[in-house]
């Protein structure tokens, strides 16, 4: 058997373990054989519809780009969703990991320095990678612009606070928060990396609900939205690339 035999048995044979075909890239990336190597090791995913990204079609303002991540169709399921948008310089959004009680879906706004594919993608129990992808178009600069948090007289007085709510629905509730924070990717001249990296999701009694790796891509001034199941208050704690740790409470 020639090397190349041996490389798309490899290849296949993963897959073929769970039945399935990886199916056609609904947004054709030159990408993503790289991004598959680099976030996913090369493991067993499919295309999957039912992880949605939803983001408008065109960045009106590439610094604070609104995106849903919704991988509900899975309750119960998900180990960890990992997002990034393929043509950034700097392209992890995040890696979140929802726990008991939190649902898996999540909203963020995000920067975007051109037009790009978005990625989630999924991990479910199975060892199995599901992938929601979209584009976004825009007319670039999102990265590199500079940020709007510093040129506010008395930013670092409000570093860290969270502003929020609880918002109830049908059979759970919508927690919505903002962190102040210039949230900086090192990619304006001068000012170095400065972001919120780390942040956690606990309720009354400590336990972990959630937990979130955040990354440079994240706009200043994060705001983060989760679906939460049951009552009770709820605590976001954060920390950022400094080593500085912030916290808000949400009853």
């Known amino acids: 058997m020639g ?5 798309l048995l490899a290849c ?9 075909d990886p199916g056609k890239d609904p947004v054709p990336s030159v990408m993503w054989s790289y991004y598959h190597k680099q976030y996913l090791d090369n493991a067993p995913f499919v295309f999957d519809e039912r992880v949605k990204l939803l983001a408008p079609p065109f960045a009106e303002d590439a610094r604070q780009v609104p995106l849903e991540i919704d991988a509900r169709a899975f ?17 992890k959004i ?45 007319a670039g600069g999102g990265c590199t612009a500079p940020s709007v948090v510093r040129s506010q ?26 962190v102040a924070h210039p949230m900086d990717n ?3 001249s001068g000012i170095p990396e400065f972001y919120i990296n780390h942040a956690e999701l606990r309720d009354a009694q400590d336990r972990v609900l959630a937990r979130l790796e955040l990354f440079a891509a994240v706009s200043e001034n994060p705001d983060l939205a989760f679906d939460l199941q049951g009552p009770g208050p709820v605590r976001l704690l954060l920390r950022d690339t400094s080593g500085s740790q912030f916290e808000g409470a949400i009853p």
């Not at 990991?97 to 037009?115: D, M, N, S, Y």
């Not at 007289?153 to 903002?178: A, K």
């Open 12 to 20: 296949w044979l993963p897959l073929a373990a769970y039945g399935m």
């Open 186 to 188: 090192g990619m304006v």
């Open 3 to 7: 090397w190349r035999a041996r490389w």
């Open 94 to 138: 995040v890696d979140f990991q929802p726990g008991e009680g939190v649902l898996p879906w999540l909203a963020i706004r995000i920067r975007i320095e051109q037009a790009t594919p978005l990625r989630a993608a999924v991990l479910t129990k199975d060892g199995l990678w599901h992938v929601g992808s979209t584009l976004i178009d825009a």
């Open 75 to 91: 309750k119960g399921e998900v180990v960890k969703i990992i997002a990034w948008a393929e043509l950034n310089p700097l392209p």
């Open 153 to 178: 007289p008395g930013w670092e007085e409000h570093l860290g606070e969270v502003l929020g709510g609880r918002y109830p629905r049908s059979d759970f509730s919508r927690l919505r928060l903002q």
